[in-house]
């Protein structure tokens, strides 16, 4: 029988996350672990984190890079992984990354694989499609990506970095019904104005976003909608952060874990 889908935060937060906050918070640079081997995005924390949640990072044999950022892709923590695993089973690590950069990068150790938005591919029992974000990445070109699941119709979807979603990646989902979204959220409650909304994800965009998903049947009725990529400066604690959302949305926190 198919296992659940599992989903563990490893990191939560957005590039203003340096260590913890006056109150003791902290947040990692935002990044999961997908049914304990595909790395959405691979940070210097992602390492760290799956030492304290107990994973094998041996474990790992596909990494799915959003976009180049530094806070997103660490070729030194890539390296490392793709170490573990050749070392562990003499396999390489697949690192899958928006096509038009994949030739400008390099680890031994793993294969490269450059992605085409909107062409499907497997990792295991995942069908995974690569989507356009609203995002600029540091490459020339260069466009970001989300990533929409589908494992035994078991759809959901992973959307940071990005503000909104691009019409053409809406038009692509309304073909579709998810069990879950997992959303950018850099921006907070109270920040009206702030000019991060052009490639992020204030709260407020993010409920009117769900609320067009429901409506158009995209976002099945009590599918969970997740927040991540949370900025430290942008955002209250966790616990005043709670308080502001009701279900389904929910905010994420490093070592969350969700199963679908």
């Known amino acids: 029988m198919e296992q659940d889908t599992k989903i563990a935060f490893l990191g939560t937060g957005a590039a203003d996350w340096h260590g913890p906050d006056a109150n003791g918070e902290c947040r990692t640079f935002a990044s999961v672990l997908v049914d304990g081997h595909i790395l959405v995005d691979c940070t210097a924390s992602s390492l760290i984190r799956m030492a304290e949640m107990g994973i094998n990072p041996t474990g790992v044999t596909d990494i799915l890079i959003t976009h180049s950022h530094s806070d997103h892709f660490d070729p030194a923590a890539i390296r490392e ?14 690192v899958h990354l928006e096509h038009s950069w994949s030739n400008q990068v390099h680890f031994d150790g793993a294969v490269v694989n450059g992605l085409t938005v909107e ?27 989300h990533f929409f699941f589908d ?4 759809r959901w979807l992973y959307a940071t970095d990005g503000g909104w979603l691009l019409a053409r990646t809406w038009h692509w989902l309304r073909q579709r019904s998810l069990e879950c979204a997992v959303f950018d959220c850099t921006v907070g409650m109270g920040h009206a104005g702030d000019f991060r909304i052009f490639e992020h994800n204030a709260l407020p965009m993010v409920f009117e976003m769900v609320a067009a998903m429901r409506r158009s049947q995209i976002l099945k009725d009590n599918a969970p909608v997740i927040l991540t990529h949370l900025a430290r400066t942008l955002h209250p604690g966790q616990k005043q952060l709670e ?11 490093d070592g969350f874990i969700l199963n679908l």
């Open 151 to 154: 494992k035994q119709d078991t």
């Open 81 to 94: 992984l793709a170490r573990n695993r050749l070392n562990a089973s003499g396999k390489p690590l697949t």
């Open 243 to 253: 308080s502001q959302l009701q279900l389904p949305f929910r905010a994420a926190y």
């Open 119 to 145: 062409t499907d591919f497997l990792i295991g029992s995942n069908c995974v499609t690569p989507l356009a974000a609203n995002h600029i990445g540091a490459f020339p070109g260069e466009m970001a990506l």
